[in-house]
């Protein structure tokens, strides 16, 4: 299994919205709705943001969403806050063996 | 409330052997995969290795097969993983977490500094 591609990294502005890309395959992100979205502050553990391509776990606001065609799933954060910054990674279902694969990672940076 | 507690920081040297582990809180250890992700200084997220307590039933991603081990104590609700001789490499934050099948994680654990040096 190869990592999902992400930009390495994406920026925008307070009240903007940024869009984070997340390509895969056809064995991956094509192939299930069972993409997932992570945002990581330094130092912390990764939180879940978004699971099965659009879903919003309790807690999380509605700033941000998730969506996804083909093989490419993208989250979007609208109306950036300063705590938005972190690192982002999607996941992927990839098959049998319950192993997602994650992407590289993208650092968004509010301006 | 679910909670994974992991051990605090170790610090070995190449070719030492190391267990971290992973207590589980919060809901029934045996009816879910649990498993750990490596995360490299300045690097991504990758899955290591993942086990179902009820039966033991375990998957490792290949890029792991062979270079650890993970296994699990019903008895504790704990996960563990164990390398047999570490190296420079394994230096990193490893976290565990709770996947479903459909492979995302609702709940992770703190993280377990792993930093091998000679």
């Known amino acids: 299994q190869s990592a999902l591609t992400q930009p390495p990294s994406a920026s925008g502005s307070p009240g903007q919205s940024v869009t984070i890309s997340c390509t895969g395959t056809?064995?991956?992100?094509?192939?299930?709705?069972?993409v997932s979205w992570y945002q990581q502050h330094p130092g912390k553990a990764p939180k879940v943001m978004i699971y099965?391509?659009?879903k919003r776990p309790s807690g999380v606001p509605d700033r941000f969403s998730g969506s996804k065609s083909d093989n490419t799933a993208s989250l979007t954060v609208s109306g950036l806050q300063a705590e938005d910054e972190a690192d982002y990674y999607c996941?992927?279902?990839?098959?049998?063996?319950?192993?997602?694969?994650f992407g590289g990672g993208t650092k968004l940076t509010v301006l | 409330e679910v909670q994974l507690v992991q051990s605090g920081a170790e610090v070995k040297k190449p070719g030492e052997s190391l267990k971290i582990s992973c207590k589980a809180s919060?809901?029934?250890?045996?009816?879910?995969?649990i498993g750990w992700v490596r995360q490299m200084p300045g690097k991504g997220l990758e899955w290591m290795a993942i086990?179902?307590?009820?039966?033991?039933?375990?998957r490792y991603s290949p890029s792991f097969q062979g270079q650890v081990t993970i296994s699990a104590d019903k008895s504790i609700s704990t996960a563990y993983l164990q390398w047999s001789s570490l190296k420079a490499s394994d230096t990193a934050m490893y976290y565990c977490?709770?996947?479903?099948?459909?492979?995302?994680?609702?709940?992770w654990g703190q993280g377990t500094l792993v930093t091998v040096s000679s």
């Open positions: 977490a709770r996947p479903y099948v459909t492979g995302w994680v609702d709940y």
């Open positions: 056809s064995s991956d992100v094509g192939g299930y709705n069972y």
């Open positions: 919060g809901y029934t250890f045996t009816t879910s995969w």
């Open positions: 086990i179902y307590p009820g039966d033991s039933d375990t």
């Open positions: 996941s992927s279902y990839a098959g049998t063996n319950y192993l997602g694969v």
């Open positions: 099965e391509v659009s």
